[in-house]
Nanobody
Framework: QVRLVESGGGSVQAGGSLRLSCAASGYISSSTYCMGWFRQAPGKEREGVAT????????YYADSVEGRFTISRDNAKNTLYLQMNSLKPEDTAMYYCAADRFWCTGIYLPGAFVYWGQGTQVTVSS
């Protein structure tokens, strides 16, 4: 079993920054996983934001956040991060951390992941 707990959300003005964290526990500490950040705004479908494979260094981003967001992980701490810069009002959403045991090579639909956190709210005001 894998448990994911997000933190770091909050309210910021447009142009500001936030860093989200996702603490992972369970079997994830002994295996390689694809880990990702997703977001869901009210009335919209959940969408992939960024992914990273814990066994490599490649990262993948949705076009809407490329160049502004950075996904990273600290395997020793079993923690995933999402540094969000130059935030825009359209980035307002609930952000979720997800994980599953496969070698990720891009952005995936939510159905590709089995393990999810409870989410952390990000609100960007204009």
């Amino acid at each position: 079993q894998v448990r994911l707990v997000e933190s770091g959300g909050g309210s910021v003005q447009a142009g500001g920054s936030l860093r989200l964290s996702c603490a992972a526990s369970g079997y994830i500490s002994s295996s390689t996983y694809c880990m990702g950040w997703f977001r869901q705004a009210p009335g919209k479908e959940r969408e992939g934001v960024a992914t990273i494979y814990t066994g490599g260094d490649k990262t993948y981003y949705a076009d809407s956040v490329e160049g502004r967001f950075t996904i990273s992980r600290d395997n020793a701490k079993n923690t995933l991060y999402l540094q969000m810069n130059s935030l825009k009002p359209e980035d307002t959403a609930m952000y979720y951390c997800a994980a599953d045991r496969f070698w990720c090579t891009g952005i995936y639909l939510p159905g590709a992941f089995v393990y999810w956190g409870q989410g952390t709210q990000v609100t960007v005001s204009s």
